[in-house]
């Protein structure tokens, strides 16, 4: 079946580094994919979404790249913020329009 | 505010008891969707509904059901709750069509004692 797989964090950055959080999917298919993200004591609120092949979805400044080829859909922000630290979810949606969610990846930015 | 709003907040309940979760979905939202969030097993989902209908049911154990009623508000149902069930459950709703994204509640946070 369709599925999700995430980079296992937590990741842990300075303020102002670059973030890439890795994403790779297996579907038939070409599905949407989507990034959430998860603020403490929040539910999920949609970053970006991508519908299809080579399709750039961006931002607050993060950015996600449709990888038909690779089966990838990585997330990147060229400089975080503290305000940044949250759980950051990828997805994809399959063919009854549910999303399939990757385990998630914790991120923590330092002043 | 994603417009989605979930009632209780907060439940705490004893093992062997029946509780019940409320989801109102976005306006103009047909489709539903509940998800249950532990800390050892991410994101499941449970079950979709598109206007009342049934679409989709994932890892939902019997003792769980749910409904979406014709004013398009939903309902899951938790019975013989076990320590287990104790998560976060979250609701939320969509257009319901290809690539239209999800709009996620805050989550009703269950504590079975």
């Known amino acids: 079946g369709d599925s999700v797989t995430q980079m296992e964090g937590p990741v842990t950055l300075s303020e102002e580094a670059f973030l890439t959080i890795n994403c790779t999917y297996t579907?038939?298919?070409?599905?949407?994919l989507f990034w959430y993200v998860q603020y403490p004591g929040e539910g999920l609120q949609l970053l970006l979404k991508?519908?299809?092949?080579?399709d750039k979805g961006s931002n607050k400044g993060f950015e996600a790249t449709y990888r038909k080829e690779t089966t990838s859909f990585h997330l990147e922000k060229g400089s975080v913020q503290v305000s940044d630290s949250a759980v950051y979810f990828c997805a994809l949606m399959d063919s009854s329009y549910k999303l399939i969610f990757g385990s998630g990846t914790r991120l923590l930015v330092r002043p | 505010d994603s417009g989605v709003t979930q009632t209780p907040k907060h439940l705490i309940t004893a093992t062997g008891q029946r509780v019940t979760l409320r989801c109102s979905p976005r306006?103009?939202?047909?489709?539903v969707y509940w998800y249950q969030q532990s800390l050892d097993q991410g994101l499941q989902f449970l079950i979709q509904y598109y206007n009342g209908e049934e679409r989709a049911k994932g890892n939902i154990l019997e003792r769980f059901s749910a409904q979406q009623f014709p004013d398009l508000h939903s309902e899951l149902n938790l019975s013989s709750l076990e320590l287990g069930d104790s998560a976060l459950y979250f609701c939320?709703?969509?257009?319901?069509?290809?690539?239209?994204?999800?709009?996620f509640g805050n989550g009703t946070r269950l504590t079975v004692t």
């Open positions: 991508a519908t299809k092949a080579d």
């Open positions: 939320a709703s969509s257009v319901g069509t290809s690539n239209s994204p999800l709009h």
């Open positions: 306006s103009g939202d047909l489709s």
């Open positions: 579907a038939t298919g070409y599905p949407s």
